[in-house]
T-cell receptor, first 113, second 112 residues
Framework: EPEVTQTPSHQVTQMGQEVILRCVPISNHLYFYWYRQILGQKVEFLVSFYNNEISEKSEIFDDQFSVERPDGSNFTLKIRSTKLEDSAMYFC???????????FGQGTRLTVV | GESVGLHLPTLSVQEGDNSIINCAYSNSASDYFIWYKQESGKGPQFIIDIRSNMDKRQGQRVTVLLNKTVKHLSLQIAATQPGDSAVYFCAENSVNDYKLSFGAGTTVTVRA
């Protein structure tokens, strides 16, 4: 069964450092997303990406965040200068065109110290 | 602002019994309502969805009910099994806007 894969599974970084979270969406999907989940809370939308550009972003996704699809398979989330409150699980997801079922990766646990 | 949320944070169920998980939503413009299951240490997993013009949809051991009059969504799990222990989230989205707005989640624990 096709799946979304994310690396690394756990990332520890110092406050102020840049991090890049990586995702490989399902190959025939065209919509890509990043969500985050602070421990014990609900999943929150960050950004959606289609046709090589951001289609929508939330208030959380400020200018410290960026996304990129550097090649035909990877989809990355960069946080330029991490803050303590960026500590969370970050989930990548993808959907096919016209599809309502989002497939989520296993997540990257980001810990900012 | 408008949001999707759940009534109860936890639900304890005896193995073999039926489970009912509830969700209240406020965005009447949503086109789809979806249930996701999240097991410990994993990402959300799609269970079932229902379009806003329907009031019931059945899957394998699961049924979703939508009451648009009171803006209420429920997930029924028949013959609950230990593998059903997880956090369940309701979510909503709209046609041409595939982002998901999640509710707060209900933790279901199945007792043997």
């Amino acid at each position: 069964e096709p799946e979304v894969t994310q690396t690394p599974s756990h990332q520890v970084t110092q406050m102020g450092q840049e991090v890049i979270l990586r995702c490989v969406p399902i190959s025939n999907h065209l919509y890509f997303y990043w969500y985050r989940q602070i421990l014990g809370q609900k999943v929150e939308f960050l950004v959606s990406f289609y046709n090589n550009e951001i289609s929508e972003k939330s208030e959380i996704f400020d200018d410290q965040f960026s996304v990129e699809r550097p090649d035909g398979s990877n989809f990355t989330l960069k946080i330029r200068s991490t803050k303590l409150e960026d500590s969370a699980m970050y989930f990548c997801a993808s959907t096919r065109v016209g599809g309502n079922e989002a497939f989520f990766g296993q997540g990257t646990r980001l810990t900012v110290v | 602002g408008e949001s999707v949320g759940l009534h109860l944070p936890t639900l304890s169920v005896q193995e073999g019994d039926n489970s009912i998980i509830n969700c209240a939503y406020s965005n009447s413009a949503s086109d789809y309502f979806i249930w996701y299951k999240q097991e410990s240490g994993k990402g959300p997993q799609f269970i079932i969805d229902i379009r806003s013009n329907m009031d019931k949809r059945q899957g394998q051991r699961v049924t979703v009910l939508l009451n648009k009059t009171v803006k209420h969504l429920s997930l029924q799990i028949a013959a609950t099994q230990p593998g059903d222990s997880a956090v369940y989230f309701c979510a909503e989205n709209s046609v041409n806007d595939y982002k998901l707005s999640f509710g707060a989640g209900t933790t279901v624990t199945v007792r043997a």
